[in-house]
């Protein structure tokens, strides 16, 4: 079974940076094509940023890019979110999904929530302007 923990969330001022990072249990990591999605209160869960397995193509909303970059660790079992320039409609519940072993998306589809079968907790990020 695969499990996500993600951390690194908090409350921070418009134009600050976090970067919050999950940590995912098991062996198959490096095989799993993993992406970040935040809820707002009152909105649907909406795709952020992923990153597949077998080129490191990374995938953003165009809500955040050019702000936000999303990595991966393959010997620490570890994606993270780096979020630059913070803007107040950031603040979400961000949450860490990891699709099936070795599963493939295809691009037009990295941002569909149901490609995703492993999901974490969340973490908050409010960011206040």
């Known amino acids: 079974q695969v499990q996500l923990v993600e951390s690194g969330g908090g409350l921070v001022q418009a134009g600050d940076s976090l970067r919050l990072s999950c940590a995912v249990s098991?062996?198959?990591?490096?095989?799993?094509?993993m992406g970040w999605f935040r809820q707002a209160p009152g909105n649907e869960r909406e795709f952020v940023s992923a990153?597949?397995?077998?080129?490191?193509?990374?995938y953003h909303a165009d809500s955040v890019k050019g702000r936000f970059t999303i990595s991966r660790d393959n010997a620490k079992n570890t994606v993270y979110l780096q979020m630059n320039s913070l803007k107040p409609e950031d603040t979400a519940v961000y949450y860490c999904?990891?699709?099936?072993?070795?599963?493939?998306?295809?691009?037009?589809?990295?941002?569909?929530?149901?490609?995703?079968?492993?999901w974490g907790q969340g973490t908050q990020v409010t960011v206040s302007s």
């Open positions: 990153i597949d397995w077998i080129r490191m193509n990374t």
């Open positions: 098991g062996r198959t990591f490096s095989r799993h094509v």
């Open positions: 999904a990891a699709a099936g072993f070795g599963a493939t998306i295809s691009p037009q589809a990295m941002g569909v929530a149901h490609e995703y079968r492993y």
